[in-house]
């Protein structure tokens, strides 16, 4: 089975709100047994319209991605980013 992955692209605009949605979105990924293998870090665009905040997690399938994504858990961690930044979220299937 392939594995599912959540591809995050996000500017964050106050640190300690986006903090508090990180936390709380840790309930969700759990559940759907996700884990990042990127999260920030040092970064370079080297051709387009990146953004300096990077993120993927890994998930056992895509239907675990997808549950995270749209799930209660993940909703209401998202309330707590309101006015903390913007994020694109794509979710895909693994090869």
Known sequence: MAKGYVIAHATVTNPEKWAEYVAKSK?????YEGHPIVRGGKCEVVEGNG???NVVLEFPSYE???GYA?????AAAKA???????IDITV????
Request: hydrophobic content about 40%.
């Open 92 to 95: 895909v299937e693994g090869v």
């Open 64 to 66: 675990h991605a997808i």
């Open 27 to 31: 309930i969700a990924l759990d559940k």
């Open 70 to 74: 749209k799930s209660a858990e993940y």
């Open 80 to 86: 707590l980013r309101a006015d903390a930044g913007s």
């Open 51 to 53: 953004t300096k905040r």
